[in-house]
């Protein structure tokens, strides 16, 4: 069962444009995360949001949690060719300790 | 001090032979994880250490997989009698742990990526 549903689950765009990627569940978590993987390395996070209806921007990047805990989006305004990458989110049902469960990633290639 | 690592980065092994991966976490995380990903996938969950102990191993796909983790740092997962669909990229990671406060921040290695023949 496939807890997180990531959309799209590839996107390929010109640079300067801007993009957002979802995060949809019908479950409700503690916590959500976003990271981003580069090919032959592991995932690095991005953010973590706790809160319902919370916002959070890290420089280009804007994050989302939904109100019901259920969703996220992220946004990312004037994209870079070095914003290309698999971004995953992923939710964990307690915020301190104990798995995460990952969405299948997005692919996002930004040319120049 | 340094992230977390892995080792073998690489492995090529033959149906039906044994592999062991180590992890190696970041000095006083006492949690510890194990997860494996499909190329251009997302994570798949397998087994959650924390301390010595394994608090959830529901991700494991069959017995033929096995972990372990002694003192509190350095983890072994094994793989016995490795299939064609074990093949993959095999992630540790490791955390602060519960119990330390706030938001519990999982840090990965790079991986060790299995090729099954």
């Known amino acids: 069962t496939q807890l997180l549903e990531q959309s799209p689950q590839f996107l390929s765009i010109q640079e300067g444009e801007n993009l957002t990627v979802y995060c949809n569940s019908s479950s409700v978590f503690s916590s959500l995360q976003w990271y981003r993987q580069e090919p032959g390395e592991g995932p690095v996070l991005l953010v973590t949001?706790?809160?319902?209806?919370e916002v959070k921007k890290l420089k280009r990047l804007t994050f989302q949690f939904g109100d019901a805990r259920k969703d996220s989006s992220l946004h990312i305004t004037a994209a870079q060719p070095g914003d290309t990458g698999l971004y995953l989110c992923a939710a964990r049902r307690n915020t301190n300790a104990g798995k995460s469960t990952f969405g299948d990633g997005t692919t996002l290639t930004v040319k120049p | 001090g340094a992230g977390v690592s892995q080792s073998p980065s690489n492995k090529v092994t033959e149906k039906g032979k044994d592999v062991e991966l180590r992890c190696d976490p970041i000095s006083g995380h006492t949690a510890l994880y194990w997860y494996r990903q499909s190329l251009g996938q997302g994570l798949e969950f397998l087994i959650y250490f924390q301390g010595n102990s394994a608090p959830d191993k529901s991700g494991l796909p069959s017995d033929r997989f096995s972990a372990e983790r002694t003192g509190g740092s350095v983890s072994t997962l094994t793989i016995q009698r490795t299939q064609q669909e074990d093949s993959a990229v095999y992630l540790c990671a490791s955390s602060l742990g519960a119990g330390r406060g706030g938001t519990d921040t999982q840090y990965f290695g790079p991986g060790t990526r299995l090729t099954v023949l």
């Open positions: 949001v706790v809160t319902g209806g």
